[in-house]
Nanobody, 123 residues
Framework: QVRLVESGGGLVQAGGSLRLTCAAS????????MAWFRQAPGKEREIAAG????????YYDDSVKGRFTISRDNAKNTVYLQMNSLKPEDTAVYYC????????????????WGQGTQVTVSS
């Protein structure tokens, strides 16, 4: 089992930026695709971005395309989410997750979850 710990959340004004970090420990990190999901109050958890184990493939939900960038450093067992031009609708708890081999970028393909980090964007 891999342990995931997110950090970097906080309160930011609309138009601002935040960088989320997910540190992984436990079993081998590099063979796993990784993703950032988010869950706003009263809404279902949804994917924001995903990245393959070798970072050749990235996926972004339409709502974050052009504003968010996912990246990873396998040597440091870390995945990042750079969030720019933040909007109030980006307010949510952001979760780091491993994605099972061959899985789609959906909740059903998640192997392990982090505990989440709160991102709040004020208008």
């Amino acid at each position: 089992q891999v342990r995931l710990v997110e950090s970097g959340g906080g309160l930011v004004q609309a138009g601002g930026s935040l960088r989320l970090t997910c540190a992984a420990s436990g079993r081998a990190f590099s063979p796993s695709a990784m993703a950032w999901f988010r869950q706003a109050p009263g809404k279902e958890r949804e994917i924001a971005a995903g990245i393959s184990w070798n970072d050749f493939i990235t996926y972004y939900d339409d709502s974050v395309k052009g504003r968010f960038t996912i990246s990873r450093d396998n040597a440091k067992n870390t995945v990042y989410l750079q969030m720019n031009s933040l909007k109030p609708e980006d307010t949510a708890v952001y979760y780091c997750a491993t994605v099972l081999l061959g899985g789609a970028w959906t909740i059903k393909s998640v192997g392990s979850w982090g505990q989440g980090t709160q991102v709040t964007v004020s208008s």
